[in-house]
């Protein structure tokens, strides 16, 4: 024991002579939410893998902190006629190795995409397939981007995945050799220096990164499932910052003396009610227990009814401590393509009886309310608060939530009636999520309003198949509209519509909080993501 | 012994077989991985070649049939996750677990058996009663609490220990071990002492019991009789004589231990097993989730085995029991 004790000694007093020497590296560590399963930024589509890739990968196009495309390894971006995007690449940019980064390494990537990535479970290529996206190279810092018919989202679209190096990433074991840095080179402001699973991702500041200096010699993320010990590890020092801090805790750690901040924004996922809309539901029943001949949910005055009996400032106030936005809307403030007109239905229990009188429905019916109990901020208090709502107005809810792992696959596809290539949905009213990960509503509009169509890929998210022939046709001629001015009404309107015949109930916009210790600045983003650059000393 | 030991693994396989299937099955009906990958944007397409490439789109029997043929040769199957053989994944994390487990029931031993004999010893004295208490509370108040309040008192009030993760590592043949390393060691006692709490209170309960009855039985009163010194009648003659209980529960609570792991791991960010398989069932990983359990099967059986075997060691009566009769 003393010699251990002595060789520890003897450890800590030839680190202390080093650190005279020269400033002590600055370190940041990140406490997580979910636990980083690979570092091939091709391999999947996880919130929680992509913020760690991206502090070592860059894209051609990233985002900024209210998710607007902004310049990254692309300094530039033009339709030059209706088929071809032209992309201005950055010059002087180097590999992590010292090679430089030029069109190629686009190409490669593209190419590695259409291969496909052997057992990755969701890879990105999908947005390679849409619209059929075809590159070619111009020179060494130009390419053209081609596809079929106009494609106004493109630099939105390729914001989704990351730049890999030919020189590296070609012939390597897809996940494997990016876990163990041999293909791990990326142009990003921060290195890769360690990656235990369930542990920690260690990255290094990138000397000559083209950019903004990084802040932090060194940026630890360690996975922390549990919301207590996530927030006991930033207050016992272990971590700097935390994402998801939980939200009973937060007028505690807002408090002035508390030595933390938190730092909030409206997110982009919008929490939302969506209805199924065929003949005859499973889950909708006469008051007598009997199984509903007739679909109320078919009824726009039924779904108004249940949109104003929702109390959303409640929901706000006792369930999400104060952290929701609520909304009329599905994509959020600022998006290119908001509906300004579309505000939250003010509460109002009378006014929903009175829809349910017109519509026949006076004494009311009896309906499942189902949806996810570990998927969204609080979803299941939501869920049980909104079922006492209906209650009150005569619908007679009941509550069924579940872990997301069966929810999802139910809601998609649980009936009994789905074969291969038509899936057929399960339920009849839930509670949903999502993100307008593009930061414009094309992608909204098109995954949660347009007509459930495979082929076009639309209505992706459009469960309940709400079908409205002037949305679709908006929405379509905006996907193909270029000029932004043009593009914008088309938008707006479609999404008018579809919200004002209430193809689905918008309840709120989540807030993003993070916390921290109070001796930190955090810039906080509306996708949920934590990087060290928007992490500041104060 | 040989006949006996091969009983055992024929039973095991069997076991496992029945397993598998029920796992298989089971997570199948739960739902489909592809929901959970896939992201929001991905389209019926997108999500079709996902589950070709998962092989998800053949009829469950298929790909059931499609698995035995692969684990007779030894394979498992890629984790959806970690696109590495799931058993690879698995052994990466099992010293973390490990180690956590061996060290609770070794905090459980040494602090157990003497407090359990302690009040064996002195039934009505005060402190047995206090001894007694805290192993009824030790029952009864659950893992994910106790560990809670650890991080609690220890890490945020006191600040003595660090409230989560694993401390730095060494390689130990190969095997990366923190319970060499002060900073491993800080990190360990938490979670080790939160998992071993159970079992303290279960080794003073069976350790007092036993004392009870052993202290009444002839050979020790004749031990007495024969003026022995009573440090001699309690190490040897009495301890030994409890000692089989005491063992077989051990065995078996190991076992329970490290399945118990999973709840600690998860509250202490350990990152072990437990929590591998918790995140796999999140995202529904089946071959994950069947190598693990498979793995469990084998421990359990394996320990089982072992357990027999020190009794054998510990009692010559089992030992020599076909000779006897």
Redesign the interface.
């Known amino acids: 024991m003393k010699l251990?004790v002595g060789t520890?000694l003897l450890a800590a007093l030839s680190f202390g002579s080093g650190a005279f020497a020269q400033t002590a590296p600055t370190t940041l560590t990140i406490g997580v939410r979910s636990?980083t399963?690979?570092l091939d930024p091709h391999?999947?589509?996880?919130p929680q893998d992509k913020q760690v890739e991206d502090h070592i990968f860059e894209r051609l196009v990233a985002m900024d902190p209210n998710s607007r495309p902004i310049p990254a390894l692309a300094t530039s971006w033009k339709p030059i006629n209706d088929n071809t995007w032209e992309f201005q690449l950055r010059r002087d940019v180097k590999w992590h190795d010292g090679k430089p980064f030029t069109a190629d390494d686009v190409v490669f990537t593209f190419d590695r995409l259409r291969a496909?990535i052997a057992?990755?479970?969701?890879s990105?290529?999908?947005v390679l397939?849409n619209g059929n996206k075809q590159i070619k190279k111009v020179d060494d810092h130009t390419v053209h981007i081609q596809t079929t018919g106009p494609f106004p989202t493109m630099p939105e679209e390729l914001a989704f995945f990351s730049i890999v190096a030919a020189h590296r990433a070609q012939g390597v074991t897809?996940?494997?050799d990016f876990n163990n840095g041999r293909a791990t080179i990326g142009t990003g402001p921060y290195r890769f220096a360690e990656f235990?699973?369930?542990?920690?991702v260690v990255v290094e500041r990138n000397p000559d990164y083209w950019g903004a200096k990084p802040e932090w010699d060194r940026v630890v993320f360690?996975?922390?499932?549990?919301d207590?010990?996530r927030l006991?590890?930033l207050?016992?020092g272990?971590v700097d910052i935390i994402d998801y801090p939980p939200t009973p805790d937060l007028p505690r750690l807002r408090q002035q003396n508390s030595g933390y901040s938190v730092s909030e924004i409206a997110s982009d996922r919008v929490i939302y009610i969506q209805f199924s809309y065929r003949d005859l539901e499973p889950f909708v029943k006469n008051l007598d227990g009997s199984p509903a001949t007739v679909n109320p949910l078919r009824d726009v005055r039924v779904r108004k009814a249940m949109s104003l009996a929702i109390n959303r400032d409640a929901i706000r106030d006792r369930i999400m401590g104060g952290a929701s936005l609520p909304t009329g809307n599905i994509v959020p403030p600022g998006f290119f393509g908001y509906a300004e007109q579309l505000k939250p239905d003010p509460f109002s229990a009378d006014e929903a009886r009175k829809l349910l009188q017109q519509a026949g429905f006076e004494k009311g019916f009896k309906i499942t309310l189902h949806g996810p109990n570990n998927r969204y901020i609080n979803d299941q208090a939501i869920i049980e608060a909104i079922a006492q709502m209906w209650t009150r107005v005569g619908i007679q809810t009941e509550v069924n939530t579940m872990?997301?792992?069966?929810?999802?696959?139910?809601v998609?596809?649980g009936d009994p009636m789905t074969i291969?290539?038509f899936?057929v949905g399960k339920f009849s009213v839930w509670l949903s999520g999502?993100?307008t990960?593009?930061g414009e509503a094309v992608?909204t509009v098109r995954?949660l309003l347009e007509s459930f169509n495979?082929e076009a890929?639309?209505g992706?998210?459009n469960w309940g198949r709400y079908t409205n022939a002037r949305v679709d046709s908006l929405s379509r001629k905006a996907r193909v509209t270029l000029d932004p001015a043009a593009r914008l009404p088309l938008l707006v309107q479609a999404t008018e519509i579809g919200l004002r015949d209430y193809a689905l109930v918008p309840i709120h916009f989540q807030v993003n909080n993070w916390a921290f210790k109070a001796t930190l600045n955090h810039r906080p983003r509306v996708n949920e993501r934590t990087y060290a650059w928007d992490v500041t000393k104060r | 012994m040989s006949v006996f030991i091969l009983r055992r693994v024929m039973e095991s396989v069997f076991v496992i077989l029945v397993m598998t299937f029920l796992v298989f099955f089971g997570v199948s009906v739960?739902?489909?991985?592809i929901?959970?990958?896939?992201?929001?944007?991905?389209?019926?397409?997108?999500r079709?070649e996902?589950a070709q490439?998962?092989g998800l789109?053949r009829p469950i029997w298929e790909q059931y049939i499609l698995f035995l043929g692969n684990a007779l040769r030894g394979e498992l199957g890629?984790s959806?996750?970690?696109?590495?053989p799931a058993l690879q994944?698995i052994l990466?994390?099992a010293p973390a677990t490990l180690e956590l487990a061996f060290s609770a029931v070794f905090i459980a031993f040494a602090v157990g058996v003497p407090l359990g004999m302690w009040a064996g010893l002195r039934p009505s004295a005060w402190s047995s009663r206090a001894i007694m208490t805290l192993s009824t509370v030790g029952f009864s108040v659950p893992t994910f609490w106790i560990g809670?309040i650890f991080?609690?008192v220890f890490?945020?009030w006191l600040?003595w220990l660090?409230?989560?993760?694993?401390g730095q590592t060494v390689s130990i043949f190969g095997l990366e071990l923190s319970i060499f390393t002060?900073d491993g060691l800080s990190h360990l006692v938490l979670p080790a002492t939160t998992l071993a709490l159970f079992n303290i209170a279960l080794l003073i309960r069976l350790t007092r019991a036993g004392v009870g009855e052993v202290l009444q039985s002839e050979y020790v009163r004749f031990a007495r009789a024969k003026g022995l010194q009573p440090s001699r009648i309690l190490l040897v003659h009495v301890l030994k004589n409890i000692m089989i209980p005491v063992v077989t529960v051990i065995g078996i609570e190991f076992g329970g231990t490290i399945a118990f792991a999973v709840v600690t791991e998860?509250?202490?960010?350990w990152?072990?097993m437990g929590?591998?398989l918790?995140?796999a069932?999140?995202?529904?990983d089946r071959p994950l989730i069947v190598a693990y359990l498979i793995l469990v099967v084998v421990l359990f059986v394996t320990i089982n085995l072992i357990v027999d075997i020190l009794y054998s060691v510990l009692d010559p009566r089992v030992r020599l029991g076909g000779r006897a009769r």
Not at chain 1, 196 to 200: A, V
């Open positions: 251990f520890v636990e399963s690979s391999w999947t589509q996880f496909g057992g990755a479970p969701a990105p290529a999908f397939a897809p996940s494997v235990r699973p369930g542990e920690r360690r996975p922390i499932t549990q207590a010990t006991a590890a207050m016992n272990d872990p997301r792992n069966i929810f999802f696959t139910d998609i596809r291969p290539g899936d999502w993100g990960a593009s992608y995954g495979p890929g639309s992706n998210a | 739960i739902g489909s991985p929901d959970i990958f896939a992201a929001q944007e991905c389209d019926q397409r997108c079709a996902l490439r998962f789109d890629n959806f996750q970690h696109g590495l994944v990466h994390r809670l991080i609690m890490a945020l600040g660090p409230a989560i993760g694993r002060l998860t509250i202490f960010s990152p072990g929590k591998l918790i995140d069932i999140e995202v529904l």
